[in-house]
Each structure stands twice: as C-alpha cells, then as structure tokens.
C-alpha cells in the first residue's frame, strides 16, 4: 500500500520522501532480485493479478514522479552496507531523527 500511494502521489506532482528501514532496505541492495513474499490474502489476490511488486512501484515514484528514497542509515549499520552497495534510486542515508525533523509540518504514514 505504501508503495501504491508513493508512486500514485509523486505521479500527481505531491512531494513524497520515503525512508526505507529494516526489513524493506534488503530489497534495494543491487543485484538482489528477491522479491518481497506476498503477506496475506491480498497479497496473494495481488500477485495472481499481476500488480506490480512494491520495489518497480518506488522506482516508478522515482523516476516519474520525483519522490525522494532514503535510506535509514542505522538499517545501512545493521546490515553491514554502503551507499554503493543500494540501488542507485535511493538518496543518501538519513537517521530516523533528521528524517523526522525534515517532515516536521508534513503528513507521515506509516505502514
């Protein structure tokens, strides 16, 4: 769902910022092609539909919409990575703390 309305919101000229963390940031290492397992009936339902996997969705927000994806820099220390090591969609690593100072004002959802 997060990634429905980033890419939907970016392709509508919002400003979107995502920040990536733990268990999503393993998807944007390069070179790992693994999608994300299908969670509950409708992420069966969405996969038997073809729906786009969550990982194209953010891209697409990227780079048609100009949605900016941040990396949590703590997540990067955790699993032991670079900034060479994400896709090159991804913006530089922020810390929960700035991410927040920065939406400060903004809507944040959470998923």
Known sequence: MAAMMAS????????????????????FLKGKDEKAPAEGEMGRLMGEKNVPPFKQLFEQAAEL????????????DVLG??????EDVMEPALGLTRFLSD???G?????
């Open 65 to 76: 919409g100009d949605a900016k994806l941040f990396p949590c820099s703590m997540a990067m």
């Open 81 to 86: 990575v670079g900034s060479d090591d994400l």
């Open 8 to 27: 939907v919101a970016a392709a509508g000229g919002d400003e979107v910022t995502v920040f990536f963390s733990m268990n999503a940031l393993p998807y």
């Open 103 to 105: 939406a400060e004002g």
């Open 107 to 111: 809507q944040i959802v959470t998923f």
